[in-house]
């Protein structure tokens, strides 16, 4: 993936990220290209705080990919930060070529750089694609996650 240049997201690639999220069988349930208003509250948000970065893979203009890092400042471990890696997304006509491994790892160096000692993602149970893609890169499925949905 040399042709590929890992880049801070700008408003006018919302669009495309929003697509991104959209175009698989979790996203398309719950995203919606429609009105892109509370995507644009949510950039704006990520985009002022230092401690979030949102990225995307571009390849000669167009967008191939996208993921949001953030880095968590945590008492455990010694006082150590984390990555939180979300929102991993390669296009269709990309995926099979290398590009998510990219991305991941991109996202490991940018938090070792960060002084994290642990990078940390969740996938939907239903993602066994991914989850054999996390673990050749070194992921350890370490821990059960919850969550709850408050609207």
Same mark, same amino acid.
């Given at each position: 993936?040399?042709? /590929? /240049? +890992?880049?801070t997201a700008t408003r006018a690639d919302l669009p495309g990220i929003v697509a991104m999220i959209a175009d698989d069988q979790l996203g398309a349930a719950r995203e919606s290209l429609d009105d892109l208003t509370p995507y644009e509250r949510a950039f704006a948000e990520i985009d002022a705080d230092p401690n979030n970065l949102l /990225? /995307?893979?571009?390849r000669n203009g167009e967008l191939v990919g996208t993921l949001q890092l953030t880095i968590i400042p945590g008492? @455990?471990?010694?006082? @150590?930060?984390?990555?939180? +890696?979300e929102a991993v997304r390669v296009s269709a006509a990309a995926r099979g070529t290398g590009l998510g491994t990219t991305l991941i790892r991109w996202a490991i160096e940018e938090s070792r750089s960060r002084g994290c000692s642990l990078v940390q993602l969740t996938s939907d149970k239903t993602r066994t694609e991914a989850h054999r893609f996390y673990e050749r890169l070194g992921f350890v499925s370490s821990h059960e996650g919850f969550k709850l949905k408050l609207s």
């Open positions: 993936m040399t042709d /590929v /240049v +890992i880049r /990225v /995307v893979a571009d008492l @455990s471990r010694q006082g @150590s930060s984390r990555g939180l +890696i």
